[in-house]
């Protein structure tokens, strides 16, 4: 079914292909229209758009922001930001830091540990202004033949209570539909079936939730179903989007967000900037 995949992330966090490949390949598989979506930077869109551009094909600028609450991912989407706004946010500066940060942590732990990485150049896989994470610890990992794969590298080191695991800054969901409704996004849940607590919802709705991400690759028919109950009690966006990191693990476009939920999408995002009012 042709859609708009909502759900991408690129080199400028921990997925392996290029904004502007990224552009390309969509327009070949016949998608409507895409979001990259980079974990807490938005630095990956310019050349996506600038490709974008070329091939007359429809890009909307998206994060996710990393948030969580009681020690749970609750990831929130963003949609149709203003690049430079998001990307001058405190909180979001706060973010990127703590990245380099953890970085430099966690390599020093498995260093301690007998596995020597150099975390400067685990910080150049992510880009200039890209967001390193787990994922290319993992890789180098790998690369340098202490793992078999990034799986292993996950469960042996990386994983939450693994000896080279490092908590993350945290941002709370609320703060980060703050920061989208701030930059003149429209936040959506992400991927909740991954264990989002169904009460946190109504919270998140009144502070400014314009969707949920109903459609996603780890859902299945009946948490699907739920979820699209749910949107339709709270007047919310159904979205759909492949989280897309690395092909032939998710197919591009292998959930997508219909022409109507776009649109619903969009008109939900001028009513929270009219409650909003000017930023």
Same mark, same amino acid.
């Given at each position: 079914?042709? @859609?708009?995949?909502?759900?991408?992330?690129?080199?400028?966090?921990?997925?392996?292909?290029?904004?502007?490949?990224?552009?390309?390949?969509?327009?070949?598989?016949?998608?409507?229209?895409?979001? %990259?979506?980079?974990?807490?930077?938005?630095?990956?869109?310019?050349? /996506?758009?600038? !490709?974008?551009?070329? *091939?007359?094909?429809?890009?909307?600028? @998206?994060?996710?922001?990393?948030?969580?609450?009681?020690?749970?991912?609750?990831?929130?989407? @963003?949609?149709?930001?203003?690049?430079?706004? %998001?990307?001058?946010?405190?909180?979001? =500066?706060?973010?990127?830091?703590?990245?380099?940060?953890?970085?430099?942590?966690?390599?020093?732990?498995?260093? =301690?540990?007998?596995?020597? *990485?150099?975390?400067?150049?685990?910080?150049?896989?992510?880009?200039?202004?890209?967001?390193?994470?787990?994922?290319?610890?993992?890789?180098?990992?790998?690369?340098?033949?202490?793992?078999?794969?990034? !799986?292993?590298?996950?469960?042996?080191?990386?994983?939450?209570?693994?000896?080279?695991?490092?908590?993350?800054? !945290?941002?709370?969901?609320?703060?980060?539909?703050?920061? %989208?409704?701030?930059?003149?996004?429209?936040?959506?849940? /992400?991927?909740?079936?991954?264990?989002?607590?169904?009460?946190? %919802?109504?919270?998140?709705?009144?502070?400014?939730?314009?969707?949920? #991400?109903?459609?996603?690759?780890?859902?299945?028919?009946?948490? #699907? =179903?739920?979820?699209?109950?749910?949107?339709? !009690?709270?007047? *919310?966006?159904?979205?759909?989007?492949?989280?897309?990191?690395?092909?032939?693990?998710?197919? *591009?476009?292998? =959930?997508?967000?219909?022409?109507?939920?776009?649109?619903?999408?969009?008109?939900?995002?001028?009513?929270?900037?009219?409650?909003?009012?000017?930023?």
């Amino acid at each position: 079914m042709a @859609g708009f995949d909502l759900h991408i992330h690129s080199t400028a966090s921990d997925g392996a292909t290029a904004p502007a490949d990224l552009v390309v390949l969509a327009k070949e598989q016949d998608l409507l229209g895409i979001a %990259i979506t980079d974990h807490d930077t938005t630095y990956g869109i310019a050349a /996506a758009a600038q !490709k974008a551009a070329e *091939l007359d094909f429809p890009l909307i600028a @998206g994060i996710e922001l990393s948030a969580e609450q009681n020690d749970k991912d609750v990831h929130i989407l @963003g949609y149709w930001l203003d690049t430079e706004k %998001i990307e001058s946010d405190p909180k979001l =500066r706060e973010m990127h830091q703590s990245r380099f940060r953890r970085c430099r942590e966690i390599v020093s732990r498995l260093s =301690r540990l007998g596995m020597e *990485l150099d975390a400067e150049q685990i910080i150049a896989m992510s880009g200039e202004h890209g967001t390193p994470g787990r994922p290319h610890i993992a890789m180098a990992l790998v690369q340098a033949g202490y793992c078999a794969n990034i !799986k292993d590298a996950f469960n042996k080191w990386l994983g939450r209570g693994m000896p080279g695991y490092v908590a993350r800054h !945290k941002l709370e969901p609320l703060q980060a539909i703050e920061i %989208i409704l701030r930059a003149q996004g429209v936040p959506v849940l /992400a991927h909740p079936g991954l264990g989002v607590p169904d009460g946190i %919802i109504p919270r998140l709705v009144k502070a400014g939730l314009g969707g949920i #991400e109903v459609y996603h690759p780890d859902h299945n028919p009946m948490t #699907e =179903r739920r979820y699209l109950q749910l949107a339709h !009690k709270f007047r *919310l966006a159904a979205t759909g989007g492949s989280d897309f990191h690395v092909q032939g693990i998710r197919s *591009l476009g292998c =959930r997508v967000t219909t022409v109507r939920q776009m649109a619903k999408l969009a008109a939900k995002r001028e009513e929270l900037l009219g409650r909003c009012g000017p930023q």
